[in-house]
């Protein structure tokens, strides 16, 4: 990569935010700008303007938890930075010791990123371009407490974010991958198998790993679109089947992966050949067609399947010792625990 296109990689998003978080940020600071000083009269509303335009987050939880931790930090270095100034007096060398003793206070403190940049900023602000005393640094602290609250509710107010439908459509992409990866592998037992088809058979099963940890990262981030969110109480039923039908899924991805591991290791060209293969490959089919039929999109493709009905209904028993018995047993083994996780709650 050039250093042209690693300097733009390292600036530009992958994608531009939403167009609705800028208008909602430009609200929040206007709106502290103009309310701050009617209700503190004095130097121009800074404090204000940034809690504002950092408290404005993508969802209203984390507007809160951004407005509690940018308040504490604006509180510790404002009167931090005060203390100093009044016990040393306005000498050059006490902002860098109030910013490096912010830091180190923020560090004993166990504070968050945020907030510990936030002591170490408010201090050389303060101390900067304002006169210490104690009742400035009051209405400094009552000034961050206005535009945090300003920007938490110009959030709340302007249709807060709902992510729903971004965790269903990463379920029922991993769940469309899990039925397909289903199938593969059932084809992989009854058709004569490549070495490039086989690791390609595995290079593609490999895939429902980040497929999950990515539909658990939506999941996340949907409930978290709800906390205080005034929209959300009609969604959290949905939101909650969403991360039941996901905890149902996280098993299976693991024993598809195992079952197409086992068939990697010990594949036979006469697989196909044995009768009780031929029966897992069906019940892998099966499997697969239940899978979409939680996401409510199974379609009737035989006559020995519905979209209505579960088609997996008994697990496979094997009644004699087959000639891929270690193989077998595996796929059987496994085979029990889709069944399990597909049609138990």
């Known amino acids: 990569m050039s250093v042209t296109a690693r300097m733009t990689k390292a600036v530009r998003a992958p994608q531009r935010g939403p167009f609705l978080q800028v ?141 729903a439908r971004p965790a269903q459509e990463k379920i029922d992409a991993l769940g469309a991958e899990m039925a397909a990866a289903f199938d593969r592998l059932a084809d992989a037992l009854v058709t004569p198998q490549t070495p490039a088809q086989r690791e390609d058979l595995m290079t593609r099963v490999r895939l429902l790993r980040p497929l999950l940890a990515t539909a658990n990262a939506a999941v996340a981030a949907a409930a978290e679109s709800l906390t205080f969110n005034p929209r959300g109480r009609r969604h959290r039923e949905e939101l909650a089947e969403l991360a039941h039908l996901l905890e149902k899924f996280t098993p299976i991805v693991t024993q598809l992966s195992g079952m197409t591991r086992g068939v990697y290791d010990r594949y036979d060209p006469d697989l196909g050949a044995d009768p009780i293969v031929r029966e897992i490959a069906d019940q892998l089919r099966r499997a697969g067609h239940d899978t979409l039929l939680l996401l409510r999109r199974a379609e009737p493709s035989e006559s020995t399947m519905t979209a209505e009905l579960p088609v997996l209904t008994t697990p496979l028993v094997v009644a004699q010792a087959p000639r891929h018995w270690i193989l077998v047993g595996a796929l059987v083994e496994d085979l029990r625990r889709v069944h399990e996780n597909l049609t138990t709650d």
């Open 23 to 163: 208008v909602k940020s430009i609200v929040a600071t206007l709106a502290a700008w103009l309310i701050a000083p009617l209700l503190i009269p004095g130097p121009p509303p800074i404090f204000a303007a940034i809690a504002a335009l950092l408290v404005v987050q993508p969802s209203v939880n984390q507007s809160f938890t951004r407005a509690i931790e940018y308040t504490a930090g604006v509180i510790a270095g404002v009167v931090f930075a005060s203390g100093l100034s009044i016990l040393f007096g306005p000498q050059p060398w006490v902002i860098l010791v109030a910013v490096a003793g912010g830091l180190l206070l923020a560090w004993a403190l166990r504070m968050t990123p945020v907030g510990s940049n936030q002591i170490a900023i408010s201090a050389l602000l303060v101390l900067s371009i304002g006169v210490s005393t104690p009742a400035y640094a009051l209405d400094r602290v009552i000034e961050t407490l206005i535009g945090a609250v300003l920007g938490f509710i110009v959030n709340l107010l302007i249709v807060p974010p709902v992510l």
